[in-house]
């Protein structure tokens, strides 16, 4: 665990590690020759499984962030204020960036192009969350100035497909862990619409599938695999920087929050 972050016990993002073993042994292979036998590939040129090489490669970092996120061990509004001032924080320049390509992850006829920014714009700006700051304490404002600061000193975005593949691999993968919070959530912050948890509203499994398959189909080559791995590793550092800069815990102020009901 990475010093000055909290613990708890669940994490948004570690569902996606969970769900990725699942949709991986389900996602159909290219299907063999019945007719001729493959020439045999030495050991040093075949291609390593981008999927395997990538839950290798971030797992220290999954448990690095476990249980960090502010909704990890609380379902308060302010908690989910916290989560999506962290997320913006982290994701924007993503985001940003990346809307400059169309190749690779964002080609659209790959995967199809979404822009998460204006959801979590859209649920910050909702009246249960504008009630809920008249009576925020000033250190929530100080931790959103952190997270932007920590993002903003962190060495730019690399650009090549491969890394952007890995990159995108972390932020998909953490909307299966917002359709878990939605499915928590729903109830308690009630009537909050959760437009960013709930994302384009079929539920992540239907692009999650086709985004693997893209990535499969993609990186094949152990150099292009090793770049999506330093960009899967470079994103969860991202994350890990921005929570870092947030060490403070906030159990007492939740407990005198309350839940969405209580104050919207």
């Known amino acids: 665990m990475r010093a000055g972050l909290p613990r708890c016990d669940r994490l948004a993002l ?11 042994t389900t996602l159909p292979t290219p299907a063999a020759s019945s007719f001729v036998s493959p020439a045999p590939v030495d050991a040093a040129d075949r291609a390593p499984d ?20 502010p909704l990890a061990a609380s379902s308060t509004l302010d908690a989910y204020r916290r989560h ?9 320049p993503f985001e940003h960036a990346f809307a ?19 959801l979590i714009e859209r649920d910050l700006a909702h009246p249960a969350m504008r009630a809920l700051d008249a009576g925020i304490h000033a250190d929530v404002h100080a931790d959103n100035a952190n997270a ?28 299966l862990g917002g359709a878990v ?11 909050h619409p959760l437009h960013y948890l709930g994302g384009e509203g079929a539920g992540p499994g239907p692009r999650w599938h086709a985004f693997i398959a893209a990535l499969r189909e993609a990186v094949r080559s152990p150099q292009e695999v090793a770049r999506a791995c330093a960009g899967a590793c470079d994103a969860f550092d ?8 947030q060490p403070r815990e906030h159990d007492a102020q939740d407990e005198h929050t309350g839940h969405a009901g209580h104050t919207a």
């Open 50 to 69: 981008v999927l395997a090489a990538l839950r290798t490669a971030t797992a220290a970092r999954h448990d690095a962030v476990e249980g960090a996120m």
């Open 148 to 175: 932007v600061a920590a993002a903003a000193t962190l060495p730019p975005l690399q650009t090549d497909a491969a890394w952007r593949w890995g990159a995108s691999y972390v932020i998909e993968g953490s909307q």
């Open 100 to 118: 400059a390509f169309d190749d690779g992850p964002q080609d659209a006829a790959r995967v199809s192009r979404i822009t998460r920014e204006p």
């Open 238 to 245: 991202r994350l890990i920087a921005v929570l870092a800069a």
């Open 181 to 191: 919070l939605l499915r928590r959530l729903r109830e308690p912050l009630a009537p």
């Open 84 to 92: 999506l001032l962290l997320i913006r924080a982290w994701l924007a």
């Open 14 to 24: 570690s569902a996606c590690v969970f769900c990725l073993d699942v949709l991986v």
